[in-house]
């Protein structure tokens, strides 16, 4: 723990908080790290937002949340968690064990969410903020610039369709887990408001939410496309 400790280049007061955000929940131990993921999860998209926000006074909304994303993104935390050795310091299941669970992305990504809210908790924003500054910033600082803009994926395309129509931000909705641990299917339903969109299966909540951006998307898209069809959500149905 003292050289996971040393590459995050943060000391914790109580470790118990680093050992919870590395309890996988397939040890099936009264308490595991997906309440960590979940606070780690907006607590990493805020400290983004606000070190964007300032970096950058002259960007504009829509560049500045597609930037974030691809900050933020499964592939960027995967490769973070890989850069600081993550995986071995990871307790899980035997099952998750031996299907390689120590390399699987979407582990990896919900572990690394844990840890930043383990620092948060353990140190307070200022010690969350230098961490995340340090190791998923970093590269910002390379040529005084925001690196190349990404394509945006599915979830920043429905954010922006929902903004262009003064819509309520979408929201991704947990319905449905099934399987064993190592080989979980979660059901993820995209909503606006109170409108739900549409529903999709993936092997980790990341890629069902992305999916269901996508259909959502696609399903717009064909409706506003239709001779007699508009917006398949109406602003004036929806509760903002």
């Not at 969410?113 to 190791?135: F, K, N, P, S």
């Amino acid at each position: 723990m003292r050289s996971l400790q040393d590459a995050l280049q943060y000391s914790f007061r109580d470790e118990a908080l680093l050992r919870l955000a590395l309890t996988h929940p397939s040890t099936k131990e009264a308490r595991d790290n997906q309440r960590l993921e979940f606070l780690g999860d907006s607590v990493l998209e805020f400290v983004v937002s606000d070190i964007l926000f300032h970096k950058y006074p002259e960007r504009q909304e829509g560049e500045l949340t597609a930037r974030r994303a691809s900050l933020v993104c499964e592939e960027t935390l995967c490769f973070l968690a890989r850069e600081l050795s993550l995986g071995p310091y990871l307790h899980m299941g035997h099952g998750e064990e031996s299907t390689s669970g120590r390399e699987k992305p979407s582990i990896l990504a919900d572990a690394m969410e844990a840890v930043i809210a383990a620092i948060y908790l353990d140190g307070g924003m200022e010690a969350c903020r230098d961490v995340v500054e340090r190791l998923v910033l970093r590269r910002l600082d390379r040529g005084g610039d925001l690196p190349p803009l990404p394509p945006p994926d599915a979830k920043s395309r429905l954010q922006e369709y929902a903004q262009s129509r003064k819509l309520p931000m979408p929201k991704y909705v947990l319905v449905a887990e099934r399987g064993p641990e190592h080989a979980k299917t979660f059901t993820v339903e995209a909503r606006i408001g109170k409108t739900a969109l549409q529903q999709a299966e993936g092997t980790s909540k990341k890629a069902a939410s992305q999916r269901a951006a996508e259909l959502a998307l696609e399903a717009m898209e064909q409706s506003e496309a239709e001779p007699q069809g508009g917006p398949s959500v109406d602003a004036g149905t929806v509760d903002a």
